[in-house]
């Protein structure tokens, strides 16, 4: 099968290109930059395509693996050069108004897919995927599984699946931008008098920033049920901050207890704090 990934250098675009050709496929890829296009092309063993034109004719399957706020504009590009019955694929993790516009592409086979995972997954790992359905939910199904058989996918409407993201990518990784703000730019003397969480959190936000800063800045603006989350928290923030200066220690005490009588049954927070000196011990091994 002849797959061309659009996007090819970035860094879900290259996860996806090495997963085909580990998978026996003939692979190229695409990007803006038409030097960086090759010598990524030459470092994985794909081909490199020089425009969108020569991805649609070259191939069988298109991947579209451009940042959230390119997509719209990518699939408007791609659809009149379509071949019929072409699979196209597309990865956003917004996907409300990506699906309106895939609905309105005729003749090619259309998968909406969000990988819940990030580009240093392994490839041959079992990997999960939401799905949006699009125009044909069974023949989706279908043409997915024969594509990533090893895979697990979760079946979810857009509108479901970008409310859930505004808390699961918009509020985590902005919250690991504010971290690394207010604790400031020089982090090394900070680590030496840390301890565990602080350990933990300065990787995972420091990972974090590794995604292109306009990539993350979508995550918060392109999503619209995100505004409510923020307000949220906000709201939140506001109430402990008032608790705080005033010295109400007491009632900021009742304010944790609630939130961990909420979540205290649930199996994530049982484990949690084993899980937690697991990772600590692997940051300290280099595991991580």
């Known amino acids: ?25 003939d692979v190229g890829i695409f990007g803006r930059d038409s030097k960086k296009t090759t010598r990524i092309a030459e470092e994985i ?15 069988n399957v298109l991947i579209i693996a451009v940042p959230i706020y390119a997509i719209t504009k990518h699939i408007e590009q791609i659809a009149p050069k379509l071949k019929k ?44 995927y939401a799905m949006v359905p699009v125009l044909n939910p069974i023949r989706e199904g279908l043409a997915f599984k024969r594509l990533f058989p090893k895979s697990e996918v979760i079946v979810v409407e857009a509108e479901e699946h970008d409310m859930a993201m505004a ?15 207010t604790v400031g730019g020089n982090t090394d003397d900070l680590s030496k008098l840390s301890g565990t969480t602080f350990g933990i959190q300065l990787a995972l936000a420091m990972g974090v920033m590794h ?12 999503n619209k049920h995100f505004k409510e989350v923020l307000r949220d928290m906000i709201k939140t923030t506001k109430e402990w ?24 049954k649930q199996k994530a927070f049982r484990e949690s704090y084993d899980k937690m000196y697991a990772m600590f011990r692997s940051l300290q091994k280099g595991e991580y």
């Open 167 to 181: 808390k699961v990518l918009s509020l985590t990784h902005l919250m690991n931008a504010l971290f690394l703000k």
């Open 85 to 128: 019955d072409v699979t196209l694929i597309e990865i956003t993790s917004i996907k409300e108004g990506v699906i309106t516009v895939l609905r309105k592409i005729k003749n090619v086979n259309i998968i909406s897919i969000h990988p819940l995972f990030g580009p240093g997954a392994s490839i041959k790992a079992v990997n999960r």
């Open 45 to 59: 063993g794909a081909k490199s395509f020089t425009s969108l034109e020569a991805c649609s004719k070259n191939s």
């Open 1 to 25: 099968m002849r797959v061309a990934v659009i996007g090819g250098t970035g860094r879900m675009g290259r996860w996806f290109a090495r997963y085909f050709i580990a998978n026996k496929h």
């Open 241 to 264: 901050q008032n608790l705080i200066e005033a010295g109400e220690q007491e009632a900021l005490s009742v304010e944790y207890s609630k939130i961990k009588n909420a979540i205290e």
């Open 211 to 222: 995604d292109e800063p306009n990539q993350l800045a979508s995550l918060q603006v392109q």
